[in-house]
């Protein structure tokens, strides 16, 4: 794609045609100023296959907030949309309305408020909250959405990746499997969400990382062709890589061939006063061949090597691979501790295309209308209960239990404070016959999740390291009940509203049937 072409399909025009034809008729009513809530969140967790997350990871922010600094509407953008026609050959939009567009169309003026990437998120709390003038609020619905759910998407199959190799190492290997350009939001919510480095160069030196890999199965193959061997491949590589040498042992036959010659060659370095990495298993039954594979090391003298393993993983089979280890292991007197602490997985197309749920469902919903200086309440009907939104400007806290396990997300209206009450009231958002009551002493604190990130024309909060945002995932996590970290149905972590949102919702719901009914019996 040529850089022009680029500019004009990442810029501006990054939206859907209806963001444009709803604002130039909110333009044409007089509407376009007025200003509006929309909140992003998402209704349902990923459910790889039969295998529900218990929570997501918050990731894509920085880069949204970036785009929204940088994009412009450029004269070549305001051609294209004033050459869209419609069935008759009318154009779609109107002069006026473009000449407003290139004057006015920039996102300064919204409000954005926001969860802190890293974060552990819930179903139906706002991770992104927008206010501001409704034709530009609208027009951000499409941007944000592309942005957000897929970096948060992917974090989030990271952290579970993380989670189930237990304290060994995750490298992301997604970059030749991933949505073009896309795999670079992927490759850095992966980083967000768990793993450690990336294969991918030049993501990592953005990030502040030094990229990671090995070598391929082609360098042994093209050394064999000419008539050498695996060896003298293994020793061309250790020649030109003394210091950062691992090597690839499945190419000929991983435990007759592979690992033999990789020790010949580690001998050879450490006599020459270099350590070697380790080696990379690709193929065959892994969690056999590590064990294999670590008992011979061990044996050369080489314990602290380490054994990197590819080739599909994700974390169902990376939880299976660690099971085995444990279970196989000590039969062959292998501490399975030390060699599951040794390994390092490798995760490609699992990670990188968010195997088994290819998308996560967040939605950009208008919750509140501004008149005459004070919020109104917006409602959105649906049959489906779990699509009507929470209305309304709204507090998101984190509700700690008294271990200090967060054990509630509580919705509540700007002016309540958990921390201020006898007792906090939580009310299911789509039944409120299931509620429970925590009291005071039942608490051991709660923080409000939503900090406002841009205001008045400017940004607030610089972008975040990635070891901060890693801290954050990681701090989160630890504070969740175990069951709701499982990989296997977990326990469903309380997301709730207080009674007096919960009054309001049911009101608007009321409210909205009852005129829809006179409107219908009355045309």
Request: aromatic share 8%; net charge negative; charged share 25%.
């Amino acid at each position: 794609m040529k850089e022009s072409d680029r500019r004009t399909a990442e810029g501006a025009l990054l939206t859907d045609l209806y963001q444009f034809t709803m604002a130039q008729l909110y333009f044409r009513m007089g509407m376009h100023e007025r200003r509006v809530q929309f909140d992003h969140f998402f209704r349902d967790l990923p459910e790889y296959d039969g295998h529900m997350a218990g929570y997501c990871v918050n990731a894509g922010l920085a880069w949204l907030l970036d785009w929204i600094e940088e994009v412009e509407f450029r004269d070549e953008d305001i051609a294209l949309l004033a050459s869209q026609t419609g069935r008759t050959g009318e154009r779609i939009f109107k002069d006026d309305f473009l000449t407003w567009l290139k004057a006015q169309g920039n996102f300064r003026d919204l409000t954005i408020m926001a969860i802190a990437e890293g974060r552990v998120v819930h179903p139906h709390v706002p991770l992104t909250v927008v206010q501001g003038p409704l034709a530009m609020a609208q027009i951000l619905e499409t941007p944000l959405l592309n942005q957000m759910n897929y970096q948060t998407l992917i974090a989030t199959k990271a952290a579970r990746i993380h989670e189930s190799a237990q304290g060994g190492q995750v490298l992301e290997f997604g970059l030749r499997r991933g949505p073009e350009h896309g795999a670079n939001a992927g490759g850095r919510g992966a980083l967000i969400g768990g793993a450690g480095f990336s294969s991918n160069v030049g993501l990592s030196y953005a990030l502040g990382l030094m990229p990671k890999g090995t070598h391929a199965h082609s360098m042994v193959q093209m050394f064999m062709t000419l008539g050498g061997g695996e060896l003298e491949a293994f020793r061309a590589y250790a020649e030109i890589y003394p210091d950062d040498c691992l090597l690839l042992v499945d190419t000929v036959d991983t435990l007759q061939s592979g690992v033999p010659n990789a020790i010949k060659v580690f001998e050879e370095l450490r006599a020459g006063g270099h350590d070697p990495v380790g080696i990379r298993l690709d193929s065959g039954d892994l969690a056999f061949l590590s064990i294999q594979a670590a008992l011979m090391l061990d044996k050369a003298g080489f314990e602290n090597t380490s054994i990197v393993l590819s080739n599909n993983l994700d974390e169902m089979v990376i939880w299976q691979i660690v099971t085995q280890v444990r279970s196989e292991a000590p039969n062959y007197g292998v501490d399975p501790d030390k060699l599951i602490s040794r390994l390092v997985y490798g995760v490609g197309t699992r990670l990188i295309t968010s195997w088994g749920e290819p998308a996560l469902g967040g939605v950009y919903k208008l919750v509140a209308v501004e008149e005459g200086g004070e919020w109104q309440p917006a409602i959105k009907l649906s049959e489906s209960p779990s699509k009507i939104p929470n209305p309304g400007p709204k507090a998101v806290w984190r509700v700690y239990d008294s271990r200090g396990n967060a054990t509630a997300d509580w919705l509540s209206l700007e002016d309540e404070d958990p921390t201020e009450m006898a007792a906090v009231e939580l009310i299911h958002p789509m039944d409120r016959t299931r509620r429970r009551t925590l009291a005071r002493e039942d608490i051991s604190g709660a923080e409000r999740l939503l900090e406002t990130v841009q205001e008045g024309g400017r940004r607030l909060v610089d972008s975040p390291d990635l070891d901060s945002m890693r801290r954050l995932r990681q701090a989160d996590v630890d504070r969740l009940d175990p069951g709701v970290r499982r990989l296997l149905n977990p326990h469903i972590y309380h997301v709730s509203l207080s009674r007096r949102l919960s009054d309001l919702k049911r009101s608007l719901i009321r409210g909205a049937v009852g005129s829809d009914a006179q409107d219908a019996r009355s045309s």
